[in-house]
């Protein structure tokens, strides 16, 4: 490690570019989906400084293809680069790596069975579990499969499926794993209506006798369902008004891991408004 004495003083010439870099920064942030464009003077109020520092910022982000100038009236957009930037970025990153310390912190605070999973070959495959720690507790395994559609991660994934992808996976069969399974097709579609409008399912012993689950979807940039995540727990433990006094915590968490992979909540409730 160098010492005081052979470490470079900071300039004030080192200093203006690190202000500069905060404030290129600053200033791509400003815009939103909201307002797309924005002039210099806007710009300049903004950010708190004065008009021909800010055009210095733009005319070189603008170089750099990180902005670009509507020709009309002056103001700036966004620039393709920031786009490519932030496209490389998604396509980077695993989603159970960035599910993984949510589920963690869930399983930590309800002490209950924790998974990440997917619908593949029309059944669910869990891909992480963080068991509980309690001596009776659900015991599933990363790599194990089961039913699409009598599990709470099942049903949630279900949920936002095509209606021609429900009816083909219903043409298959919707076999009886316990009294509790809902296995007539529209009785389901009636529960996966449901679990769209509140945005989590249950699984009140429909698929093992004694276990109840709760889950909600995880979404990618575009909104798509890509995963559903649940807390697990014997019936003694998780009676229904536990398993219901955990669904913010839940909810919190798969949006959570949806942010992380680009999805806007805001932008989604916008989208809907105007559909």
């Known amino acids: ?32 989906e909201d307002e797309y464009e924005i002039g210099i003077s806007d710009l300049a109020k903004r950010l708190g400084l004065a008009k021909s520092t800010v055009h210095r910022l733009a005319s070189t982000l603008l170089e750099e293809g990180m902005l670009e100038q509507n020709p009309g009236d002056g103001k700036y957009h966004l620039g393709l680069a920031l786009f490519e930037l932030g496209a490389m970025v998604r396509r980077k990153m ?35 579990t963080h068991e509980s720690k309690q001596a009776l507790r659900m015991g599933s395994k990363v790599g194990t499969r089961v039913p699409v559609h009598s599990t709470a991660v099942g049903k949630t994934l279900l949920a936002f499926q095509s209606d021609e992808e429900l009816e083909r996976i219903f043409a298959r069969g919707l076999p009886q794993s316990t009294p509790n399974t809902i296995t007539d097709p529209k009785a389901l579609r009636r529960e996966l209506a449901t679990v769209r409008a509140r945005n989590y399912a249950v699984d009140d012993e429909e698929s093992e006798i004694g276990l109840r689950a709760i889950a909600a979807p995880v979404r990618i940039y575009s909104g798509n369902v890509v995963a559903a995540i649940s807390i697990a727990g014997p019936v003694h433990r998780m009676a229904r008004k536990t398993l219901l006094g955990w669904v913010r915590e839940l909810v919190d968490a798969a949006d959570a ?6 999805w806007q909540p805001s932008r989604a409730e916008a989208l809907s408004k105007r559909a």
Do not use: C, W
């Open 1 to 32: 490690m160098a010492s005081a004495m052979e470490r470079k003083p900071t300039t004030a010439k080192s200093r203006t570019r690190l202000s500069s870099v905060a404030n290129s920064l600053r200033l791509i942030k400003a815009f939103s």
């Open 94 to 128: 695993d989603f159970t790596m960035e599910a993984r310390p949510f589920l963690r912190t869930l399983m930590e605070k309800t002490g209950e069975t924790v998974h990440l999973a997917i619908l593949d070959h029309d059944s669910i495959l869990y891909i992480i």
């Open 257 to 262: 891991v949806s942010q992380r992979l680009g």
